[in-house]
């Protein structure tokens, strides 16, 4: 009986120590986040273009069959006229609406009061950039070639705009997608233009001011930080689980003993701090904590550590930002790759025919030869395939081939159709 209770007495003691260990405030280095902090100077709604977006997506007349169909009218063989015409002249209204957001110099979204904020607005724009881009091949199937372009080119400056909008990465890659619209709109007019080689080259250098919005992704980087530690908050008071009292409080109880606020958010802070270095760069001269393959740590040792969610969630984020650097390459490539384009048309128009090699090109025509913002070196370019392309994000050329066998991708791949 008594080695029982000296038994129980030792298994009790060490319960409670390691229930102390759990609950027990870590000591840890103090760190500080100032660096990742951003400011918000409101923005008139007479020169925001999020303003006249709202506006316009009031305006649209749209019928679910109109927005199914205007889904397929910019695929690949989708293009119907008439259906076309239906959807561009009942929303003449909105279209004029949206030429005034395409005037606009800056962008500003509403300001987000809670990580929980339903953001409709998001879905809203890529409909109303599907109608400029069926309006801008609209108005070069019917010759308006210049005008087609000049609306292609206010797409991609108002994804540009919304890139920096003061939202978080969620929008940034909604403003990515409405800026790479303009530029496949762009390179579709392209391919079957009759405007001559100097308004072509107008074009092309217009789009070198055009790359990826590197501040707007840094703002976006920050911002997402900023709502990871509302999330954090929320989390560890039980009001992202509960509105109930009695309940936050029994979960704010238990998430102490799994989720140390200031030790999860240090993580948070160093992976978000990576990702701004990574920014400018090319994606081949990435190394360390944003492209490793480090193995999930076993269960039992995160909960010896005493912060089993903190890490778990910063395990799953990581991710996301080596695909949000890769989105920001993607977007690089296709600018420089739209770019070349216009350039090789208007070398084609001056010379009768294509180069041998990009070479020619500069500096008459380009400042310097298209960079690929994977590789950090030239795009490669073939005179005998007709195209221009990026090694892409598995950093190895496949020679402009863009799936292999089993639809993963390889190269990013521009077509020559001219």
Request: hydrophobic share 45%; proline share 4%.
């Amino acid at each position: 009986m008594k080695r029982f209770s000296l038994a129980s007495i030792l298994f009790l003691a060490a319960a409670f120590g390691l229930l102390s260990f759990l609950l027990w405030p870590s000591k840890m280095e103090i760190f500080s986040d100032e660096d990742l902090r951003v400011s918000r100077v409101p923005l008139p709604d007479g020169s925001n273009a999020c303003s006249y977006l709202a506006e316009a997506t009031r305006a649209l007349v749209m019928s679910d069959d109109d927005a199914k169909k205007l889904g397929t009218l910019l695929t690949a063989g989708g293009w119907d006229q008439n259906a076309a015409s239906k959807i561009l002249t009942q929303n003449t209204e909105a279209l004029a609406i949206l030429r005034k957001a395409l005037a606009c110099s800056a962008a500003q979204v509403p300001e987000a009061t809670s990580v929980t904020n339903d953001l409709p607005y998001l879905a809203e724009w890529k409909t109303l950039t599907s109608l400029l881009g069926s309006k801008a091949i609209a108005l070069a199937n019917e010759g308006q070639g210049k005008e087609a372009l000049d609306l292609a080119m206010g797409i991609v400056r108002l994804g540009h705009q919304l890139e920096d909008a003061d939202g978080g990465t969620l929008h940034w890659l909604v403003a990515s997608s409405i800026k790479a619209v303009g530029l496949l709109r762009g390179r579709e007019i392209v391919a079957s233009t009759s405007l001559d080689a100097s308004v072509l080259l107008s074009f092309s250098r217009q789009l070198g001011d055009y790359p990826v919005n590197g501040l707007g992704l840094t703002n976006a980087l920050k911002r997402q930080y900023l709502e990871v530690t509302l999330s954090m908050d929320e989390l560890r008071s039980g009001r992202a689980t509960s509105s109930n009292a009695f309940q936050q409080a029994s979960t704010s109880v238990g998430m102490n003993v799994v989720l140390k606020r200031d030790r999860s958010l240090k993580l948070f802070a160093d992976g978000t701090r990576v990702a701004l270095k990574a920014v400018p760069v090319p994606l081949a001269s990435l190394s360390g904590d944003l492209i490793s393959n480090a193995p999930p740590r076993a269960p039992w040792k995160l909960l010896l550590r005493g912060n089993a969610v903190g890490e778990t969630l910063y395990d799953m984020w990581k991710p996301s930002l080596l695909n949000l650097i890769s989105r920001k390459c993607e977007e690089n490539v296709n600018v420089a790759a739209t770019r070349t384009l216009l350039t090789l048309k208007s070398y084609k128009l001056a010379h009768g025919d294509l180069p041998d090699s990009l070479a020619p090109l500069v500096p008459e025509y380009l400042p310097a030869l298209p960079v690929d913002d994977f590789s950090g070196k030239p795009l490669i370019y073939s005179k005998e395939k007709k195209i221009v392309y990026s090694v892409g994000r598995d950093l190895q050329d496949s020679g402009g081939i863009e799936r292999d066998a089993k639809k993963n991708r390889l190269d990013s791949v521009a077509a020559i159709s001219f």
